[in-house]
Structures are given as structure tokens and as C-alpha cells.
Nanobody
Framework: QVQLVESGGGSVQAGGSLRLSCVVS????????MGWFRQAPGEREGVAAI???????YYDDSVKGRFTISQDIAKNTLYLQMNSLKPEDTAMYYC??????????????????WGQGTQVTVSS
């Protein structure tokens, strides 16, 4: 089955940067919406999404201008470049996927495949 494995989390000071990676294996030959989500005490929230067939992206307002979602199709890898990190970005970050056949990916859609998460901690 499809498996997603995140890496790249860690502890950084406010204003620093991290790049998260999500390696996809066992995938169906298809196009997908791929998303990054995060969960701190409270509800899980969407961070960013990308359509693998065309590259269109969507960002939550809280990360616009600071985070960039991208993909390397040849490496079966999804990335989240996080710059200008703030303490409120502290959370467990998850990547997720859903089969999608047209260029319309949002953070409110149902994502069917999920990774195990990678912890990001930002100190003030």
C-alpha cells in the first residue's frame, strides 16, 4: 500500500529554517493531492497542499510567505521548506495524500494516506 515517511523535523530558534521531506512508496501510478498538516495541542490544521499532476499549490494564511511546498517526482518526495519559523509553528507535522485526477487540491478534502509525523519545535 501507499506509505509516507516524514523526516527533517527538529528544534530550531525562532527565525530559523527547516526543510521537511516526505518519501512516498508503494504508490499507485496516478496523480495526487499531497498535503502537509500539523497538530499541536488542539485540532489538526492544514498547512499546504500541492497537485502532483500540475504543481498548483495552496497555503494556509498562517504560513503564506514563509513556507513553500514542492515535489521531486523523480525521487517520490514531497518537501515543505519552512522559513522564518515562529514558536506557534511548533507541532507534529504530517504529510498526507489522496488520489486526484484534476488540478484542485485543498486542505479540507479527505486525505486517505498519512505518514507517521515528524516533530518541529521552535523556541523563542
Amino acid at each position: 500500500q501507499v506509505q509516507l515517511v516524514e523526516s527533517g523535523g527538529g528544534s530550531v530558534q525562532a527565525g530559523g529554517s527547516l526543510r521537511l521531506s516526505c518519501v512516498v512508496s508503494g504508490y499507485i501510478h496516478s496523480t495526487y493531492c499531497m498535503g502537509w498538516f500539523r497538530q499541536a495541542p488542539g485540532e489538526r490544521e492544514g498547512v499546504a497542499a500541492i497537485y502532483t499532476g500540475g504543481g498548483s499549490t495552496y497555503y494556509d494564511d498562517s504560513v503564506k510567505g514563509r513556507f513553500t511546498i514542492s515535489q521531486d517526482i523523480a525521487k517520490n518526495t514531497l518537501y515543505l521548506q519552512m522559513n522564518s519559523l515562529k514558536p506557534e509553528d511548533t507541532a507534529m507535522y504530517y504529510c498526507a495524500a489522496r488520489v486526484q485526477f484534476y488540478d484542485y487540491c485543498t486542505l479540507s478534502q479527505r486525505y486517505t494516506y498519512w505518514g507517521q509525523g515528524t516533530q518541529v519545535t521552535v523556541s523563542s
